[in-house]
């Protein structure tokens, strides 16, 4: 009996995530990036993976459902899986509108396995494109360049 | 200068760093496809989907989002989440819808696990191209190309010609508002003149 009660907890917690934590309360600035872009240097290092010349693919990406990252100035990436009150980050339009843009944002902050995640719950600042790196790479790829 | 950015890309593309054999621990047996990308790793094996949100904060729905939630998996061998960044088609779509299809459930996965922080430093662990995925116990692999299914049901009015991402409703409204380089229309105009063939 005492057994099979182990067995059907042990079954139970298997199947549940792992205990929730609460997260650590941060605020971080940093670029809103396409995370795969970045990590994946499928366009590319990193440098030409942000800011201007790559809004139009970082566009894209978000809109396909690709997961949104935020690299911090210290060079830290926090991936972001809630914003403000929308937990379906993914739905292709919530966060677009700041697709390399330069935030100060509050939330809070997990890791797991290496990975660094953040619950966006309020934008403090919001300084736009700061990184003008058009000038150098033009579009990239570069046939997000448009028809004239 | 559109010359030097295809050089830096392709130099990118071709460094020695990524002339790594692209074998790793759980490699045996994958049929995933190279794409010479940073760090990559081929990787099959057994996990549970799942939702990431849900299993950090315990936030968890039934149907892990319906597809509009980043997705993991938790590799059956030590537990470790993997974020999944991408599925298989290269058509800038990610593998949530698909994955969302197998939510809770035990899968074997097979795709690339990518990054390398030599190349991109800041990452701490390498994420996860999901490019193929079957219940555990079946027998058929199913590929992660939902995306563009689903998307096509929910924007109808975009039906036409070329690649979704260029017809999606949002992101042309982005390009209207604020250009395809982000910061206003002139923008866009001035490079364009500037750079005409």
């Known amino acids: 009996m005492f057994k099979s009660l182990l067995l059907a907890g042990a079954a139970i917690a298997a199947a549940l995530p792992a205990a929730a934590a609460s997260g650590d309360r941060v605020q971080i600035t940093g670029e809103v990036i396409d995370s795969w872009c970045y990590y994946s240097g499928v366009m590319g290092g990193p440098d030409a993976v942000t800011g201007t010349a790559h809004h139009t693919c970082a566009l894209w990406c978000a809109a396909g459902g690709i997961p949104v990252g935020i690299l911090t100035e210290e060079g830290k990436i926090y991936m972001v899986l809630k914003w403000k009150d929308h937990d379906k980050v993914g739905d292709g339009k919530t966060i677009l509108s700041v697709q390399s843009h330069q935030l100060v944002a509050d939330g809070l902050h997990y890791e797991r396995d290496g990975i660094d995640y953040i619950l966006v719950e309020d934008i403090v600042a919001d300084n736009g494109i700061p990184l003008r790196n058009h000038e150098d790479y033009g579009f990239v790829p570069p046939f997000a360049e448009p028809k004239q | ?197």
């Open chain 2, 1 to 197: 200068m559109k010359k030097l950015a295809m050089l830096l890309m392709m130099s990118a593309i071709a460094s020695p760093a990524l002339s790594e054999d692209g074998e790793g621990p759980y490699s045996a047996n994958s049929q995933a496809k190279s794409w010479s990308l940073f760090g990559e790793e081929k990787a099959r094996f057994e996990a549970r989907v799942t939702d990431a949100l849900c299993e950090l904060t315990g936030d968890c729905p039934d149907d892990c989002g319906g597809g509009e939630r980043p997705m993991v998996v938790m590799r059956k061998d030590d537990n470790k989440m993997l974020i999944v960044n991408k599925g298989g088609a290269p058509n800038f779509t990610g593998a949530n819808y698909r994955l969302s299809e197998y939510c809770g459930q035990d899968v074997e996965v097979d795709g690339l696990l990518v990054g390398d922080p030599d190349l991109t430093p800041g990452i701490g662990a390498k994420v996860y191209q999901v490019q193929l995925i079957r219940a555990t116990g079946s027998d058929e692999w199913v590929k992660t190309n939902l995306y563009t299914k689903q998307w096509a049901k929910k924007y109808p009015e975009a039906k036409g010609k070329g690649p979704w991402f260029k017809r999606d409703p949002n992101v042309k409204a982005e390009i209207a508002k604020t250009g395809y380089f982000g910061i206003g229309l002139e923008a866009d105009k001035k490079w364009l003149e500037e750079n005409a063939e």
